[in-house]
């Protein structure tokens, strides 16, 4: 399958297919993903104290995918270094590793980012898109160009040689001059989408939201068409690579989002409704069809739709 080899920022991928941030919680079960042969593993993002999460039910699937209101459910810092250790050893370079990072402020996204940054992850992804967060002036951090911009650039500082992605969020009026203004900052690389809405699902019999917390992310192939606008916008405004997710479900989806503009391909929700025997199923796939169609890498594909 060397067809499927592609690089994203200098590292190399066996394959373009990663595990989004939080389809899986806890970090010694993201081994479920590194053994089904996923290029790279998103870790569920950390803050630096341990998150409950949100009250039950958190995961309501519906017609066209799911909405999900976690609340960021982890450990902490202090813990999940001590796992995060542990899966990069037991790891040896099987997958590649994304450490997520999620912060209300950027002093401890700064803080976080030094910590896991001695653990020499692959790279380092900001969470930057909860529509939530808000910055010390009250402002939502990655949800207008200046806050991202600022969480970017400082972390960028302490960080050195290991790349830095930033997180968007679909829910925007203009997600590529949020990425135009990370890049600027000195992102090495763009994540998009994060979940959208958020949505609501009510249920009529209880005459009540079905969520614990009323409202959460809209994922899964319902928002799979924003995701490759966002994408291909984002693609027209930025040199730097993009790891496109939102709603892909079937093969087709992975080569649409790279025609996009997308170098590597999150599967996330899939992974709730096909389970994690999808990745290998698309790499068959997507194999067949690079044969099919006499292209010798996947890469060739990257923004061809432009
Ligand atoms: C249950 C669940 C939890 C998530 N938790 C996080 C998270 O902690 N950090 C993050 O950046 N994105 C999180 N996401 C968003 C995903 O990483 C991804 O951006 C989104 O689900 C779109 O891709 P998909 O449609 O393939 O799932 C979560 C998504 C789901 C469904």
């Known amino acids: 399958m060397d067809g499927l080899k592609i690089k994203f920022c200098g590292v190399?991928?066996?394959?373009?297919?990663?595990?989004?941030?939080?389809?899986?919680?806890?970090?010694?079960?993201?081994?479920?993903?590194?053994?089904?042969?996923?290029g790279g593993v998103t870790l569920k993002s950390i803050t630096v104290k341990k998150r409950?999460?949100?009250p039950l039910p958190r995961m309501w699937k519906y017609d066209a995918g799911l909405l999900n209101s976690v609340g960021l459910r982890n450990p902490g810092i202090e813990q999940s270094l001590v796992q995060i250790k542990e899966f990069v050893n037991l790891n040896k370079d099987k997958s590649k590793i994304i450490v997520s990072l999620y912060s209300t402020k950027i002093k401890e996204f700064v803080s976080l980012a030094r910590k896991v940054n001695?653990?020499?992850?692959?790279?380092?992804?900001?969470?930057?898109?909860?529509?939530?967060?808000?910055?010390?002036?009250?402002?939502?951090?990655g949800m207008e160009k200046g806050g991202a911009g600022k969480v970017v650039a400082a972390v960028k500082k302490i960080t050195g040689k290991t790349p830095l992605l930033a997180k968007l969020s679909p829910?925007?009026?203009?997600?590529?001059?949020?990425?135009?203004?990370?890049?600027?900052?000195?992102?090495?690389?763009?994540?998009?989408?994060?979940?959208?809405?958020?949505?609501?699902?009510?249920?009529?019999?209880?005459?009540?939201?079905?969520l614990g917390n009323r409202e959460g992310g809209v994922t899964?192939?319902?928002?799979?068409?924003?995701?490759v606008r966002c994408i291909y916008d984002i693609y027209k405004a930025v040199k730097i690579p993009i790891i496109g997710m939102g709603g892909v479900t079937k093969w087709q989806d992975v080569v649409?989002?790279?025609?996009?503009?997308?170098?590597?391909?999150?599967?996330?929700?899939?992974?709730?409704?096909?389970?994690?025997?999808?990745?290998?199923?698309?790499?068959?796939?997507?194999?067949?069809?690079?044969?099919?169609?006499?292209?010798?890498?996947?890469?060739?594909?990257?923004?061809?739709?432009?």
Do not use: W
């Open 171 to 210: 829910n925007v009026t203009d997600i590529a001059e949020i990425a135009k203004s990370c890049e600027i900052s000195g992102a090495d690389g763009i994540v998009a989408i994060n979940s959208a809405g958020p949505g609501m699902v009510i249920d009529i019999k209880k005459k009540k939201p079905v």
């Open 118 to 141: 001695l653990l020499k992850p692959d790279f380092i992804e900001l969470n930057l898109s909860c529509p939530n967060t808000e910055d010390e002036l009250g402002r939502s951090l």
């Open 12 to 38: 190399k991928f066996e394959n373009p297919l990663i595990l989004p941030s939080g389809i899986i919680t806890e970090i010694p079960q993201h081994f479920r993903a590194v053994n089904a042969g996923v």
């Open 52 to 54: 409950e999460g949100n």
């Open 256 to 306: 649409e989002i790279m025609m996009a503009g997308a170098t590597l391909v999150g599967v996330g929700t899939a992974v709730y409704f096909k389970g994690m025997g999808i990745y290998d199923q698309f790499k068959k796939d997507l194999s067949e069809y690079l044969t099919e169609n006499k292209i010798k890498n996947l890469s060739e594909l990257v923004g061809i739709a432009h």
């Open 220 to 227: 899964g192939p319902g928002i799979f068409p924003i995701a």
